[in-house]
């Protein structure tokens, strides 16, 4: 059976569109024999029973009702609680597990709990503020699962008044591991701080709905990792160099719908003695996608949509995988210039940006961490001043789709090796070369549509001044702008003597079809691979099917019409090199 393939590049005026190892997380610093005991990393499960509240068995229920004149309790036989006016404090040195049901208003108090095992807060129509710190203070260690049911919201103040040498890191502040579950709503809105922040790790397991604004600090913070895997998440993050998700080691997304707003750009950071930019998600070790969507807008300076790495803290990485699920993300952001201990350097608005690398010389590396493997799902990125998609190791894409536009750079760069054996791949760039590997590019088999620039930014691009090579064994390939110069192509290849802009060209190789329509810029030539000689045609008609690559293509279109293309055999002999991607 034929298969049809549309892909679409309209006129490119706007960005948006067509015109446009495994880790393990680190062991709890609490040492909580309650921790998840299942190893997080690319080929385990997270489905830890001890994560579901369900297999947790409560000794007693102790509900917190907050009014106007102040808080009340009910349930504290062993007199565990004590109030004063709207302040709560939970001092449970005993044996019991504890359900705490929260629930009324105040905007003037907090609830802050001590003890040793685990709990649970079951937040029931509860809106409560403290001006002067965390509304909510969880200095328990132990496992602890948020329960939401009806509508929620929590608030800190812009000043925290010190609390000794306690903790506390957001409106919402556990020391130990927080579970969400239940199908209420929470509204976090923090003025002083984090929204969210665990000590150890948060994860996300029900229908809940979980909106954060943070003018502060980060959005979610979980310390050892976040995961999701269910329920809505809304972060909007405004504060320079902050994250809407921040963990110092792994983000995993199994599921769930998360949308991440950022508009903080880059600024000095004391701490680190650096410059930080913003991000809507921010691993320091890896980023794993199984399932789920996630969508992120970054317009802050130098801000980028997913970053895994450190560029101040270079240790050795595991590796980022999607595998599943969706994934949206646009920056906008200007390149942000600065200039620490006399060197000039600049962050750059990357779409996602994952590991780091020390640059030797012009054309290579001499250390780099943070390799990404996509087996399945959908990505899509656009960036208007950087690359859309940067890797500083090695780059796999094996299936799924993956869509990148660049208005100014590479639309997809790897420091090293670049493969693509499987899937459906597009890069567009305006400014420079499509798809660019700073190490040798393999093309093996999938479908792969390019447009670089032009002279000399190319389609695709291997780093031939480095010693390295483009090597083409298989897939079909769509390519306007060239390929590398000297590449090895043991598949044929195939070039138009010419090719007009904005027009549908189908393409045939054995019984599929591929129709694409040519952007309004790129370079000069044409180039077609495929397992046989394609036909091509220009100018056809193509209805119906299903849109891919942010609506540039269509799968399973119907096509009719056309005039046949005069094809050559072609030779990389011309072309020019690319350039090398930026550094942050």
Request: proline content about 2%; glycine content about 14%.
């Amino acid at each position: 059976m034929s298969r049809f393939i549309v892909l679409i590049f309209p006129l490119l005026i706007t960005f948006w569109g067509c015109s446009k190892d495994s880790i393990s997380p680190d062991t709890p610093e609490n040492n909580d024999t309650d921790a998840p005991e299942t190893v997080i990393d690319g080929n385990s499960s997270t489905n830890d029973s001890s994560d579901l509240i369900s297999s947790t068995t409560f000794g007693r229920t102790i509900t917190i009702t907050w009014s106007a004149s102040g808080a009340t309790k009910s349930g504290d036989d062993n007199n565990i609680v004590t109030i004063d006016g709207s302040n709560v404090t939970v001092n449970n040195g005993g044996s019991e597990v504890i359900k705490y049901v929260l629930t009324g208003t105040s905007s003037n108090g907090f609830f802050k709990v001590y003890g040793a095992k685990k709990q649970a807060f079951v937040l029931k129509d509860l809106d409560l503020t403290n001006p002067n710190g965390a509304a909510i203070n969880n200095q328990n260690k132990k496992r602890t699962f948020v329960v939401l049911e009806g509508s929620n919201k929590l608030a800190d103040g812009t000043t925290y008044v010190a609390t000794g040498t306690e903790d506390q890191k957001g409106a919402f502040f556990s020391e130990a591991q927080l579970i969400f579950s239940g199908d209420g709503t929470l509204n976090v809105i923090a003025t002083g701080k984090n929204g969210i922040a665990s000590d150890d790790y948060i994860r996300f397991l029900g229908k809940q709905t979980v909106n954060v604004s943070s003018s502060a600090g980060h959005g979610i913070r979980g310390k050892d990792y976040i995961l999701v895997d269910d329920g809505t998440i809304n972060v909007s993050v405004s504060a320079d160099m902050k994250k809407g998700f921040s963990s110092d080691s792994l983000v995993r997304v199994t599921g769930g719908v998360s949308v991440i707003k950022v508009t903080g750009g880059t600024a000095f950071d004391e701490e680190d003695q650096d410059y930080s930019s913003s991000a809507g998600i921010k691993a320091d070790k890896a980023f794993e996608m199984t399932g789920g969507s996630i969508t992120i807008t970054n317009s802050g300076k130098g801000g980028k949509g997913i970053r895994v790495g450190s560029s101040s803290v270079m240790e050795t990485l595991g590796t980022s995988y999607v595998s599943g699920g969706s994934i949206d993300i646009t920056t906008t952001g200007a390149t942000y210039p600065y200039t620490l201990n006399g060197t000039s350097d600049t962050k750059s608005p990357k779409g996602i940006k994952i590991g780091w690398a020390v640059k030797k010389n012009e054309h290579t590396f001499s250390d780099f961490s943070g390799d990404f493997i996509v087996t399945g799902g959908k990505i899509t990125v656009r960036s208007t001043n950087a690359e859309a998609i940067e890797v500083k190791k090695t780059l796999e894409i094996q299936g799924g789709e993956v869509y990148a536009w660049s208005q100014k750079e590479d639309a997809i760069n790897s420091a090293s090796t670049f493969t693509i054996s499987g899937g459906y791949v597009c890069g567009i760039s305006l400014g420079n070369d499509a798809l660019d590997a700073n190490g040798n590019f393999y093309v093996k088999g999938g479908v792969v549509f390019a447009s670089g620039a032009g002279n000399p930014e190319l389609a695709i691009d291997a780093n031939t001044e480095g010693g390295f090579k483009l090597y083409v064994t298989g897939g079909t390939i769509f390519a306007l702008g060239g390929l590398e110069s000297g590449a090895s192509l043991s598949q044929s290849c195939y070039q138009a003597s010419s090719w007009s802009t904005n027009k549908y060209y189908s393409v045939t190789v054995g019984e599929d079809t591929y129709v694409f329509k040519t952007p309004s810029k790129g370079g000069a030539k044409l180039v077609v691979s495929g397992a046989s000689k394609p036909e091509v045609k220009s100018n056809v008609t193509v209805s119906g099917g299903t849109t891919i690559f942010d609506g540039c293509g269509v799968l399973d279109g119907t096509v009719s019409g056309g005039t046949a293309v005069s094809l050559s055999t072609y030779t990389s002999s011309g072309g020019g090199p690319g350039g090398p991607g930026g550094r942050w």
